[in-house]
């Protein structure tokens, strides 16, 4: 069974500076799906930003970034220039291929908050 | 096009009874996903129909029960609530091939007394 693990349950950031949320999982496939969710006081998940292990290339969604270590089981997410509105839960998940038959399912990390400050 | 729209969002159940939550997927999607979040055991996955038929299922006592209609609309059942049973239940919607992003729906506060 696939496990994410999220060692940080708190972070703080000030506006406009650049913040980094770690994610380590563990895995016997060679293929999957990587993600980070955004869950703001409203409670509605948010997709942030996805990757695909067979890509080398780390992902990137306007200030949001991912550093993927497939060696390492690692994939952090890099928040620049971070405002306000980023302040939320943010979930590091895992889903596996539709070769595998479960790919319905995400494995969630138990999730970092973040705080940003003025 | 509308988003994932669960119903009701919020409720307060007695132990022992039961309850239904609906969850209407974004237009043309056939796969429906259901989560449970607690403080305690975090997001955990429930089921997943496509197509009118489970295709995943976590693991999660009997007591917990879904379905999905031809319109691809899926309600959940749990019988016999329990205290434990307090969460906030997220539906997610795709297309079904596995390959798509899973989209949420605002979820469904459940309280059980």
């Known amino acids: 069974a696939q496990t994410v693990t999220q060692s940080q349950p708190e972070m703080s950031v000030q506006e406009a500076e650049t913040v980094t949320l770690s994610c380590t999982y563990d895995t016997s496939e060679s293929d999957y799906y990587l993600f980070w969710y955004k869950q703001p006081p409203s409670r509605q998940m948010i997709l942030v930003i996805r990757q695909e292990a067979y890509k080398q290339q780390n992902a990137t969604e306007n200030r949001f970034s991912v550093n993927f270590q497939k060696a390492a089981k690692s994939f952090s997410l890099k928040i620049s220039d971070s405002q306000l509105g980023d302040a939320a839960m943010y979930f590091c998940?895992?889903?596996?291929?539709?070769?595998?038959?479960?790919?319905?399912?995400?494995?969630f990390g138990t999730g970092t908050r973040l705080q940003v400050t003025l | 096009k509308a988003g994932v729209t669960q119903t009701p969002r919020y409720l307060i159940k007695t132990r022992g009874q039961q309850v239904t939550l609906s969850c209407s997927p974004i237009s043309g999607h056939r796969s429906v996903s259901w989560y449970q979040q607690t403080p305690g055991q975090g997001l955990q996955f429930l089921f997943e129909y496509f197509s009118e038929t489970q295709r995943n299922k976590g693991n999660f006592p009997g007591r917990f029960s879904g379905r999905q209609f031809s319109n691809s609309r899926s309600e959940m059942n749990v019988s016999t609530l329990e205290l434990g049973d307090s969460a906030l239940y997220l539906c997610?919607?795709?297309?079904?091939?596995?390959?798509?992003?899973?989209?949420f729906g605002p979820g469904t506060r459940l309280t059980v007394t």
């Open positions: 997610a919607s795709s297309l079904g091939g596995g390959f798509d992003e899973q989209y």
């Open positions: 998940a895992y889903r596996s291929t539709p070769y595998t038959g479960t790919a319905s399912k995400l494995t």
